[in-house]
């Protein structure tokens, strides 16, 4: 039988060094937000959504040339998909197994987006899928009841105001598995860095292209804040809007459900419904005229033997997972 250990003196400086220096975890910080944190969350959430709104009467004011639109798409598509590809369906659902250099630029591009580094991401995404809808779920909309009232106050917490807790999931316990790979934990440490980089290389490129000072500041604008608050929001928007309302064509044990409107800008992830209902799956637009561009360039990977195993959608699963008319009839008659 193995003796029991005995704390010793030591013991609890290195526990508490440890998390002082985040030694055994992916990214800055502890498990709770500290001010600072929420000061830079704020800054990061507000600025670029005031640009958002902006950004209608400065295009109207000729402030918008089609060098910012191209550079702004190009951020977009490469953080979006470094969120969806990466982030989401590789790290946190391993759909797919990358070659070492497609994992690095993946965990990259999604950091680009700037929400959060890879690691904290994926932690607070399992836990998501773990207790979806309900109690335990980082941002669930009907946290607080299906009233009126309660889904309005849900929604935003759903969609920005969970951001915001002091207390965060704990990367030891939701992603040890990228705890203990190098490349990751190394890009997830590079996080500020890569912050900087996705708000100020748009500017740079934009001022080196029209050489010109106000080539620069209309890149940055366009590229950097109304480009970021605009990824910011559609994600956010697979929590709150694709968790209220959309069709629920399979069975899932919560309320995702499919918002066409927002394949395209959210790079296929608004088909919410299937990827609950069969996590792992690849392809989330499943059915016939549901565009998912994640899944075509998993496909296109897969085809230049960048990717392996991945797990597209097998048809007797889909099936066995379809909604049938007695459930329809069964769920009526339970409500």
């Known amino acids: 039988m193995t003796p029991p250990a005995v704390a010793t003196p030591e013991a609890p400086d290195r526990a508490q060094q440890a998390d002082e220096l985040d030694v055994d975890t992916g990214t800055l910080g502890g498990e709770q937000k500290q001010a600072w944190e929420q ?13 958002l709104v ?15 639109i191209v550079i702004a798409v190009v951020f977009y598509t490469i953080a979006g998909h470094g969120i969806s590809i990466g982030f989401h369906r590789l ?14 630029a993946l965990a990259v591009a999604g950091s680009l987006a700037i929400e959060g580094p890879v690691i904290r991401w994926v932690a607070d995404h399992r836990k998501h899928h773990k207790f979806s809808d309900r109690d335990g779920d980082p941002h669930s909309p009907w946290k607080y009841g299906n009233t009126v009232g309660a889904l309005t106050k849900g929604f935003v917490h759903a969609h920005v105001g ?17 705890l ?20 100020l290389l748009p500017a740079v490129i934009g001022g080196l292209w029209s050489w010109s000072i106000e080539g620069a500041l209309t890149a940055f604008f366009w590229a950097s804040l109304v480009r970021i608050a ?9 929590n709150s809007i694709c968790h209220t309302i959309g069709a629920r064509p399979f069975k899932s044990r919560d309320k995702s459900g499919n918002v066409w409107w927002l394949a395209i800008l959210s790079q296929g ?13 690849a392809r989330h637009g499943v059915l016939r005229g549901q565009l998912d561009t994640s899944a ?34 069964a769920e009526k008659a339970a409500a």
């Open 54 to 68: 902006a950004a209608v009467p400065i295009a109207w004011g000729g402030w918008l040339g089609w060098r910012d």
């Open 91 to 104: 790290f946190t659902h391993k759909s797919f197994k990358p070659n070492r250099a497609l994992k690095i």
């Open 296 to 329: 075509r360039c998993i496909w296109f990977f897969e085809k230049m033997g960048w990717v392996s195993d991945v797990r597209w959608p097998v048809q007797e699963r889909l099936e066995a997972r379809r909604v049938t008319a007695a459930d329809r009839a």
């Open 180 to 199: 203990r790979d190098k490349d990751i934990v190394k890009v997830s440490r590079m996080f500020p860095l890569l912050v900087t980089i996705s708000v």
């Open 269 to 281: 992830e608004s088909w919410h419904n299937l990827h609950h209902s069969d996590p792992t799956c």
């Open 162 to 178: 969970w951001l915001f807790d002091s207390e965060q999931t704990p990367q030891r316990q939701y992603a040890p598995d990228l």
């Open 230 to 238: 605009l990824l910011h929001h559609v994600t956010w928007s697979i």
């Open 39 to 51: 000061v830079a969350l704020a800054l990061f959430v507000g600025i670029p959504f005031l640009a």
